[in-house]
């Protein structure tokens, strides 16, 4: 099993620490805001072409639960009898 890609926020502080020296210096307020706000539209991004990616669901058990829900009624397949008349 492959390892889980590192999220936009682990990416961005690993950047960070690499290149500017983080925690113990830091960026002009601005440059660091723009950063930021960079890291949440890449979240977001993300999140929208991806939920699970996210972590919205961590729990393994949890999300193959889900899967085999959705599985599942995949392959029903509902009768509706309107022939009856009261």
């Known amino acids: 099993m492959a390892a889980p890609a590192p999220s936009p926020l682990t990416q961005t502080v690993r950047w960070l620490a690499n290149y500017t020296r983080f925690p113990s210096s830091r960026l002009p307020e601005k440059a660091e ?36 829900y959705t599985a599942q009624r995949r392959k029903v397949h509902i009768v509706c009898d309107n022939s009856a008349k009261t």
Do not use: I, Q, W
């Not at 890291?39 to 999300?63: I, Q």
């Open 33 to 68: 805001l723009l950063v930021l706000f960079a890291t949440a539209a890449s979240t977001e991004d993300l999140a929208k072409s991806n939920p699970y990616h996210v972590g919205m669901l961590k729990d393994p058990n949890f999300a193959a639960a889900m899967r085999n």
